[in-house]
């Protein structure tokens, strides 16, 4: 199946810091990608739809100021969590669907975000 | 998109079949289930989906009732490599999203 990646695997951060998340997928062109948020033995909950070109869309409680997501190209997403704080400590999780298999999601290994 | 009832978890012998299901009364007629599993600080992974008709690749086998308010999923040799957790997803694949909305799911226990 396609492949979607995530970077970095891994972050720790301090309490009011900005940390950007980058997800891309590698052997197709995504023109929607989604991100998500899975707190500890807990389900993943979609925070926003992020399409190439135009503005993410976020689901209801997801403040826009605070996860500024970025869709520049055909295979890169970005999620910045700005302002950091601890209650913001999750695994990150994106996904995107390939054009040619629109009906799966393919999504990547996750990030893990640690606010110190 | 209609909900889904699933088992907390399950335990399967490694080497036998698991047979995981999913109750989706609600569902509507254009919408489909979906499978995914996402095994431990691991992103989830697709699985198979369907509409009415039983269907089987590579992973799994997917049987869907007559009348589609319930489906299984059936992992014929079930292998420790298959622990996870197993999400059923309804959808309706007409828009344009297709918005994964992921419940608690089935955590499946294969043991030696």
């Known amino acids: 199946g396609a492949v979607v990646s995530q970077h970095p695997s891994r972050v720790i951060c301090k309490s009011g810091t900005s940390v950007k998340i980058e997800c891309r997928s590698l052997d197709f062109q995504a023109t929607t990608m989604f991100w998500y948020r899975q707190f500890p033995k807990k389900s993943l909950m979609l925070m926003a739809t992020s399409n190439e070109g135009s503005k993410a869309t976020y689901e209801q409680g997801v403040e826009k100021d605070k996860f500024l997501i970025n869709h520049a190209s055909l295979t890169l997403s970005t999620l910045t969590v700005t302002s950091a704080h601890p209650e913001d400590s999750s695994f990150y999780i994106c996904?995107?669907?390939?054009?040619?298999?629109?009906?799966?999601?393919?999504f990547g290994p996750g990030t893990r975000l640690t606010v110190t | 998109d209609a909900k889904t009832t699933q088992p907390t978890s399950m335990d399967c012998a490694e080497g036998r079949a698991a047979n995981l299901p999913c109750n989706h009364s609600t569902i509507s007629g254009n919408e489909y289930v979906y499978w995914y599993r996402q095994i431990h600080s691991q992103g989830p992974q697709y699985i198979i989906h369907g509409l009415k008709n039983n269907e089987t690749n590579e992973m799994a086998s997917l049987i869907i009732t007559e009348d589609r308010k319930s489906s299984t999923l059936i992992l014929p040799h079930a292998t420790l490599r298959d622990t996870a957790v197993y999400y059923c997803?309804?959808?309706?694949?007409?828009?344009?999203?297709?918005?994964?909305?992921f419940g608690k799911g089935t955590l499946l226990t294969v043991n030696p």
């Open positions: 996904s995107a669907r390939d054009p040619r298999t629109p009906a799966e999601q393919y």
């Open positions: 997803i309804v959808l309706s694949s007409g828009g344009s999203n297709y918005k994964l909305t």
